[in-house]
């Protein structure tokens, strides 16, 4: 089993910044990709960015707001919210997908336990 712990998050008012972290830990062999997710109130949750092996990507809302990095010796990827809006609030979940170097195993998606953004305008 594999281990997310998130930290960060809090209130900010529209137009401040915040960060978050999240260090994955047990069974981080293989190939990680991390991101987070969120869902804000009344929403479906939605992709936010993910740092894979081939750099980051972000969805249209965030890009140019949000930067994503990550630690591979650490196993933890950062998102770092600057330009915050209103429309960020939410729950900011962090994800990982595990893909195993074996075919006797499957990929599998862990979750973190979500942290809570605020902004207020």
């Known amino acids: 089993q594999l281990q997310l712990e998130e930290s960060g998050g809090g209130s900010v008012q529209a137009g401040g910044s915040l960060g978050l972290s999240c260090t994955a830990s047990?069974?981080?062999?293989?190939?990680?990709?991390m991101g987070w997710y969120r869902q804000g109130p009344g929403k479906e949750r939605e992709f936010v960015a993910v740092y894979n092996w081939n750099g980051p990507t972000y969805a249209d809302s965030v890009k140019g707001r949000f930067t994503i990095s990550r630690d591979n010796a650490k196993n933890t990827v950062r998102l770092q919210m600057d330009s915050l809006q209103s429309e960020d609030t939410g729950i900011y979940y962090c994800w990982v997908k595990r893909i195993p170097l074996t075919t006797r195993e499957t990929p599998e998606d862990y979750w973190g336990q979500g942290t809570q953004v605020t902004v207020s305008s």
């Open positions: 047990g069974r981080t062999d293989g190939v990680l990709n």
